[in-house]
């Protein structure tokens, strides 16, 4: 029986032997009043057993009604206490997952990278890949506008600028393997026009994990920039490091954008945010350290290093040419170039890691 269905019954008892119990009394005290009057014309012995019992009679009523009334009113606290919201820390903790570390004892403080060695030809501008030089990579950079295989991104497509003026849909999503997150555009606002005259967006993201309903983060649209994409991503439990990019001049969108966005999936919070015109090639996390590379044709190439739990810039290493891939083998990191690539050595007490 449900405790709804128990709860009104209870309570119907409860009335029903409150009736009851004021009709006993009226009994009673009309009892008492023939008592007097039977006892009044002299009746015997026999009237006296048939008023005992009628006085009992009347005191088992009340003591029915009182028990009826005592189960109505345990049956609605039950039912109060199913139905009562959690705690307010109960509120506030998210079920089952545990939130990232963000500020560790001591931030990395060290360069991580060694001075770049450059190797660059015209004919490495189409042929070369990364994979020539460092094939037993044990870490591989995530995304980047212009990644050497096909971009896991390409079904969030249209959250950028575009000359048919084709917008993304909202509920677009595609699963990154990577990090095992479903990565999908919850919102798409038009954001007028980019510098080159095309008619674009800006879009909100959902990041979840598919197997544990409690990790999960939105990327608003104040974390967004107009015209920027998500094209990379970088997990360790909880922690997330999101990269935000545009493809095109920095002009074309007044310099706002290209950022690295990073965030708690446990807390569901953005942690921290980078400056802009940091982050349009991969993302490689490696220990305490994030590395993102930017850079744009005639603009500033570069590489920062972040430490990855409080976005503080480590290191700034300038490029000749935009870094696209990054790999990390033999102690040393990789990065694709437009015509060719840059190897940078690793600090040696991090080469092993």
């Given amino acids: 029986m449900r405790l709804s269905t128990l709860a009104s019954s209870g309570a119907r008892l409860a009335v029903y032997q409150a009736v009851d ?41 009340g003591i029915c009604a009182r028990r009826g009334a005592l189960v109505a009113v345990c049956v609605v606290v039950v039912l109060v206490l199913l139905h009562a919201p959690p705690a307010i820390g109960q509120q506030q903790r998210a079920a089952d997952c545990t939130p990232a570390i963000w500020a560790p004892a001591r931030a990395p403080a060290k ?75 919850v919102s798409v606002e038009p954001a007028g026009t980019s510098g080159r005259h095309w008619p674009g967006a800006r879009c909100a993201y ?23 994409e998500i094209v990379a991503v970088a997990r360790e439990g909880a922690a997330i490091w999101a990269g935000l990019s545009f493809n095109g001049y920095a002009r074309e969108i007044q310099g706002s954008g290209n950022v690295v966005v990073a965030a708690d999936l446990c807390r569901h919070e953005i942690v ?54 990054m790999r990390l083998q033999d102690g040393a990191l990789f990065v694709r170039l437009y015509d060719g690539y840059a190897r940078l050595a690793l600090r040696e007490d991090l080469a092993d890691q």
């Avoid at 026999?46 to 008023?51: K, L, T």
């Avoid at 490495?124 to 591989?140: E, G, H």
């Avoid at 994990?209 to 409690?214: A, C, I, L, N, V």
């Fill in 21 to 61: 119990s004021g009709q006993s009394g009226s009994t009673r005290k009309d009892a008492g009043s023939q008592a007097g009057d039977m006892s009044g014309r002299g009746f015997g012995p026999a009237d006296e057993g048939m008023r005992r019992k009628e006085r009992c009679d009347v005191r088992m009523a």
């Fill in 111 to 185: 360069p991580l990278l060694g001075s770049p060695a450059f190797v660059r030809s015209s004919d490495m501008i189409v042929s070369f890949r990364l994979n020539d030089v460092a094939p037993r990579a044990r870490l591989i950079g995530d995304g980047g506008i212009t990644p050497e295989t096909t971009p896991w991104w390409g079904p969030l497509h249209g959250c950028s600028d575009s000359p048919s003026g084709e917008l993304a849909e909202p509920g677009a999503s595609v699963l990154h393997e990577g990090t095992n997150l479903r990565i999908e555009i």
């Fill in 206 to 228: 959902r990041l979840a994990d598919p197997t544990d309903s409690s990790l999960y983060v939105t990327l608003s649209r104040e974390v967004v920039p107009a015209f920027n």
């Fill in 272 to 325: 921290w945010r980078s400056g802009n015109l940091v982050s349009n090639a991969a993302l490689l996390r490696l220990g305490p350290y994030l590395i993102a590379g930017y850079g744009f044709t005639g603009e500033k190439r570069n590489l920062t290093v972040f430490a990855s739990r409080t976005g503080t810039v480590v290191q700034r290493v300038a490029l000749p040419k935009a870094p696209s891939d």
